[in-house]
């Protein structure tokens, strides 16, 4: 058990500020990412048992931000089978979080995003999926609870096949917006329940929030302004860099 911080240093303030600043950006301008963004900042400054649910509250709170200027955009349906699989697959996440590490998939899963990422980037045409399933929504959802809960990566499975059926971006970011809630919410449940919700995380929340929700706002003014095609390439490069902040800590150890 970490003792409770007493005092925080001038270079974890900025450190926390600064992540939560690019990952509300991000998180604001795509409707996912937050986790992805944050992770190559905080994994060298922040404690290791403060970073899932530090990334987790502040995602939510960008969330919970943006909610309200999308509510007339939102569709319930689409998203609906996405939350019942997420909400289902969180538990097995959490479980998983505290009987293995999950550097070694955050490994593989990022050579697996900057992968597809360039390939699409590089080809100029996303491949298309003309799948109109319920059932494999679910399993989608159920997938990215799992990684939600295990690793604070809800959004990435849903956001990929999001994008290979070409949803218009309002529709897209409608399900990531619901999605990434209900996940956030059953995420930080989980953690509460485990223990994993202590002080020190109340104190990093705190100093992160104003600059997340500074980026929110920002991130969200851009996304008013782009069409499909843009907000298509920005997921890409979105997912390309989640890929890289992933295997970057792996190569510099």
Excluded at 101 to 129: C, E, H, K, N, Q
Excluded at 150 to 168: E, K
Aim: hydrophobic letters at 55%; proline letters at 6%; charged letters at 10%.
């Amino acid at each position: 058990m970490i003792e409770p911080m007493t005092g925080l240093a001038p270079l974890l303030i900025a450190a926390v500020a600064g992540g939560a600043l690019l990952g509300g950006l991000a998180s604001g301008l795509a409707g996912f990412a937050f986790a992805a963004t944050t992770l190559g900042i905080y994994t060298h400054i922040v404690p290791a048992p403060l970073i899932s649910p530090l990334i987790v509250a502040c995602s939510l709170a960008v969330q919970l931000q943006i909610m309200p200027m999308l509510w007339r955009r939102l569709d319930w349906r689409a998203a609906v089978p996405f939350v019942i699989g997420g909400v289902i697959g969180v538990p097995l996440g959490v479980w998983l979080l505290s009987r293995m590490s999950p550097d070694t998939f955050r490994l593989f899963a990022g050579v697996v995003l900057i992968v597809y990422a360039t390939s699409a980037l590089a080809s100029r045409r996303m491949p298309s999926v003309r799948i109109e399933n319920r059932t494999v929504d679910g399993l989608i959802g159920w997938a990215g609870g799992v990684l939600g809960g295990f690793a604070g990566l809800s959004g990435v499975v849903p956001t990929i096949w999001c994008s290979l059926r070409r949803w218009p971006k309002d529709r897209q970011r409608s399900v990531f917006q619901l999605f990434n809630t209900a996940m956030h919410i059953a995420t930080l449940t989980g953690y509460a329940m485990a223990g994993r919700l202590t002080v020190e995380v109340g104190q990093l929340f705190l100093v992160a929030l104003p600059a997340a929700w500074l980026g929110g706002w920002l991130g969200f003014r851009v996304y008013r302004r782009i069409d499909d095609q843009a907000f298509a390439r920005v997921l890409l490069i979105l997912l390309g860099f989640s890929g890289v902040t992933m295997v970057v800590p792996h190569l510099v150890r």
